[in-house]
């Protein structure tokens, strides 16, 4: 069974930092591009950052680049969000999600939609 | 960014109900777009993607349709089960937007 735990969340000061962890089971990790989505409560999903599967290439939302970083430990199955420079308008609950895509030729692909998700873990920036 | 609008914001219908939500695009995806549905306080389900493709495990009573820049998720016949929030996403860039989510009351 696929498991995504989201880890690390909480209350921050603006301007302080916080690292965010996804632990994974239940399938070959190494396999698979993973993407951290974020959702204000009541409010809709955002799509923040993805990581390819051998931690080789990232790409950022505008709103969050140059203060994010994800990166992924693949003999511990956990990818990493760490956040900085944190801002009241990050504050959401964030979600750790699995890229459906592929392996072909020895190289993993993502298809950027998303079939397994964590659980969340809330972020709240205030002072 | 690839803007996508959803309608209605909010629905309400009755057990056996045909339900429709409409997922517009700002330009064209082809057919880029998944549908998720959400729970309150859960995680998004991924329901359909490729625009009609029903993930595994997901009742035959959810259809997805379009392409281009118009979408639909239908529901043939509401089920208690189906009161949630429905989400469309598309995947045509490497830049994913999602629309602002339709909610489906009882009626």
């Known amino acids: 069974e696929v498991q995504l735990v989201e880890s690390g969340g909480g209350l921050v000061q603006p301007g302080r930092s916080l690292r965010l962890s996804c632990a994974a089971s239940?399938?070959?990790?190494?396999?698979?591009?993973m993407h951290w989505v974020r959702q204000v409560p009541g409010k809709g999903l955002v799509w923040v950052s993805r990581?390819?599967?051998?931690?080789?290439?990232?790409s950022y939302a505008d709103s969050v680049k140059g203060r994010f970083t994800i990166s992924r430990d693949n003999a511990n199955n956990t990818v990493y969000l760490q956040m900085n420079s944190l801002r009241a308008e990050d504050t959401a609950v964030y979600f750790c999600?699995?890229?459906?895509?592929?392996?072909?030729?020895?190289?993993?692909?993502?298809?950027?939609?998303?079939?397994?998700w964590g659980q969340g873990t809330l972020v709240t920036v205030s002072s | 960014d690839i803007q996508m609008t959803q309608s209605p914001s909010t629905l309400s219908a009755s057990i056996g109900d045909r339900v429709t939500i409409t997922c517009r695009a700002s330009?064209?995806?082809?057919?880029?777009l998944a549908w998720y549905q959400q729970k309150p306080g859960k995680a998004p389900k991924l329901l359909i993607y490729?625009?009609?493709t029903l993930e595994s495990g997901v009742p035959s009573r959810f259809s997805g349709s379009g392409s281009g820049t118009e979408f639909t998720l239908t529901i043939s016949s509401l089920q208690p089960d189906d009161f949630a929030t429905y989400h469309c996403?598309?995947?045509?860039?490497?830049?994913?937007?999602f629309g602002q989510g339709t909610k489906v009351e009882i009626k």
């Open positions: 990581i390819n599967s051998d931690g080789s290439s990232t």
């Open positions: 490729k625009a009609s």
């Open positions: 996403q598309q995947y045509s860039r490497y830049s994913p937007t």
């Open positions: 330009q064209s995806i082809s057919s880029w």
């Open positions: 999600v699995r890229d459906d895509g592929y392996c072909s030729g020895g190289s993993c692909y993502g298809d950027y939609y998303f079939d397994y």
């Open positions: 239940g399938f070959t990790f190494s396999s698979f591009w």
